[in-house]
Nanobody, 127 residues
């Protein structure tokens, strides 16, 4: 069992940046892949980025490719999501999730939901 805690959300103007963090408590990420998902009001929750257990491979959705960067520090049990050039369309609750699947694409394309979820952090992009 691993508990995930997100932080770093907030309100930012269009074109701005935010950095989200996901910390594993009560355990470690171990050999699990980790992903960031988001859910905008009235929309389904979707994956935006994922990273393999080693950090050697990543996945990005088309909507964030080139603007967001996912990274992990297994020694510190932290996964981050650097978000640049934010737009109002990025407004959502962002969730961190971890799964026993070790690959980034495996987590992103998995038919069922990941095994572990954080509580989410709100990101609002507004002028």
């Amino acid at each position: 069992q691993v508990n995930l805690v997100e932080s770093g959300g907030g309100t930012v103007q269009p074109g701005g940046s935010l950095r989200l963090s996901c910390a594993a408590s009560g355990g470690t990420f171990g050999s699990r892949s980790v992903g960031w998902f988001r859910q905008a009001p009235g929309k389904e929750r979707i994956v935006v980025a994922a990273i393999s257990w080693s950090g050697g491979s990543t996945y990005y959705s088309d909507s964030v490719e080139g603007r967001f960067t996912i990274a992990r520090d297994n020694d510190k049990n932290i996964v981050t999501l650097q978000m640049n050039s934010l737009s109002p369309e990025d407004t959502a609750v962002y969730y961190c999730a971890a799964d026993e699947i070790s690959t980034a694409y495996g987590l992103a394309l998995k038919a069922s939901e990941p095994d572990y979820w954080g509580q989410g952090t709100q990101v609002t992009v507004s002028s």
